[in-house]
């Protein structure tokens, strides 16, 4: 590799001080040598399993846990890479690096993951490379050895298991402390985002391209934002507003849940004939509220699993699909009216030489301590949230105010990453998006202020990659040309039948 392309590549990874306007000289020159040893490594790369075909080839980076202090404690890094299928090395743009969101999502599979739709003109120009992040699936995973319970995180506010609810989160942290304390600081997004550099580094790559889907759009604007000329193309899919990631997040998705509640009682309604759960709006959400309460005197038998009023709530993500939500709404009235349902396939198993809570450690981990001072230390804020938004949203207000384990977790290495630049991205996002609202999607665009937004109208659900043609010709039309939308563009949804 060119000394030049390590030069730039060491001075790029400066941590906390990455936007000082200087640094002292003598951080800088000893920062060098460690980071050269990262820059230089070569990939061993093999084939990653016997399902996927062999061009699918896996290798292990090693990265610093502390980037502040490059010759410690290292952990492994886990990418896959799949070739660009045009053998012209003129067509060959570079490398598109994706990451599925979470946090805690492993990405690895990414290359040849079915759900991710990729047009054969963008696999011809890009060698496709996945990703675990630091900390989750195979790269160096963390554990805190949570059981099952201490996994589930939702938690609904009530009077009477506050204590214990508040006991969960305090538990979760420690344990989490106990297990892993000294490598859980170090798993921040802004880590994440150094690691990406590493990769693109040791791939001898100028710059990188990029695909991430949900808490991945932030983690994609903290790469602009650190590494703004290594940026090349970058498509951000429901994105979350950077300056609400944290405790903001959890609340904005409560206040998203009521209009797309009244919007599903709306259509509904109008299809009384086929779901028969009321003939007006107001008659659909007594019907979903009188099950609600209905399923809080005694649950609820659906296809062989009892729905508390508190389970039939946890599904609030699906009112913004509302043909699947009418469906749904009507088993259960049926259920528990005795007209059982048949029962549903179990989903397939996977088994990953992972710890089995990898999952949500990681997720808490990156989480916690990227965002630890947007969490109230004292518990009664919790309640008091939890009753205030219960009120102002009923579906699920409560479950998002209320305490989770980052109210008792130790800040991260470093301050989070304001993001604020000029770097062109393109942006796309569903009007009806559950997990990641319209207006989060907005505020990004807002905080990254070269970019464009493609807008579905009428789109529904999390994620918008493959389910709407406007809006992949748009993302393919920049990764294959670098052509941005001349300005915001809206694209319709398919009509509901």
């Not at 000082?20 to 990262?38: F, N, T």
């Not at 300056?243 to 209009?259: D, K, N, S, T, V």
Request: proline content about 8%; hydrophobic content about 35%.
């Amino acid at each position: 590799m060119a000394v030049g392309t390590v030069a730039t590549f060491v001075s790029a990874l400066t941590p906390a001080t990455a936007f000082a306007a200087s640094e002292p000289a003598a951080v800088a020159s000893a920062a060098k040598a460690p980071l050269r040893h990262y820059a230089q490594q070569k990939p061993q790369w093999q084939r990653c399993d016997a399902q996927n075909p062999a061009t699918y080839q896996c290798a292990t980076l090693k990265v610093p846990l502390n980037y502040s202090d490059p010759g410690g404690k290292e952990i492994d890094i886990a990418i896959s890479r799949l070739k660009a299928s045009s053998a012209s090395p003129k067509e060959r743009r570079g490398v598109l690096l994706l990451n599925p969101g979470g946090p805690g999502g492993p990405g690895l599979n990414m290359p040849v993951d079915p759900d991710v739709t990729l047009p054969e003109v963008v696999n011809r120009r890009y060698d496709l490379i996945g990703f675990d992040p630091r900390g989750v699936g195979r790269s160096s995973p963390v554990s805190c050895g949570l059981t099952d319970d201490e996994q589930d995180v939702e938690r609904p506010y009530k009077a009477e298991s506050f204590a214990k609810d508040v006991k969960w989160a305090r538990t979760v942290a420690d344990k989490c402390r106990a297990r892993a304390g000294d490598t859980l600081r170090h798993l921040t997004t802004r880590n994440t985002a150094r690691d990406m550099d590493v990769i693109r580094t040791v791939l001898g790559e100028e710059k990188i391209s990029y695909l991430g889907f949900s808490y991945g759009t932030y983690l994609g604007a903290v790469y602009t934002q650190m590494f703004p000329r290594r940026t090349d193309r970058f498509v951000l899919d429901s994105a979350t507003d950077p300056a609400r990631y944290g405790r903001g997040m959890f609340q904005a998705m409560a206040a998203r849940a009521e209009p797309a509640f009244t919007r599903w009682t709306e259509w509904t309604a109008r299809r009384h004939t086929t779901y028969e759960l009321g003939r007006t709006p107001a008659g659909v959400r007594k019907t979903f509220w009188d099950l609600i309460a209905r399923a809080d005197r005694e649950p609820v038998d659906y296809r062989g699993t009892l729905f508390t009023s508190d389970d039939i709530r946890a599904q609030r993500a699906m009112f913004s699909r509302v043909r699947e939500a009418a469906s749904w709404v009507t088993g259960l009235k049926k259920a528990a009216e005795g007209k059982t349902p048949a029962p549903n396939p179990l989903p397939p198993t996977s088994a990953r030489d992972v710890p089995s809570d990898n999952n949500a450690a990681s997720a808490w981990a990156v989480l916690c301590a990227d965002t630890r001072t947007s969490w109230p230390r004292d518990p009664e804020q919790y309640r008091r949230d939890a009753i205030r938004d219960n009120s102002r949203y009923p579906l699920s207000g409560d479950f998002e105010s209320n305490i989770k384990p980052c109210a008792f977790w130790k800040p991260g290495s470093e301050p989070r990453t304001p993001v604020n630049n000029t770097v062109r991205a393109l942006i796309l996002q569903n009007e009806w998006d559950p997990a990641t609202p319209l207006a989060e999607g907005q505020a990004m665009h807002r905080a990254l202020r070269g970019s464009r937004m493609v807008t579905v109208a009428g789109g529904e659900g999390h994620i918008v990659n493959g389910t709407n043609s406007c809006a992949d010709r748009s993302a393919t039309l920049y990764l294959t040309t670098g052509r941005l939308p001349a300005k915001d563009l809206n694209c319709r949804a398919p009509q509901s039948p």
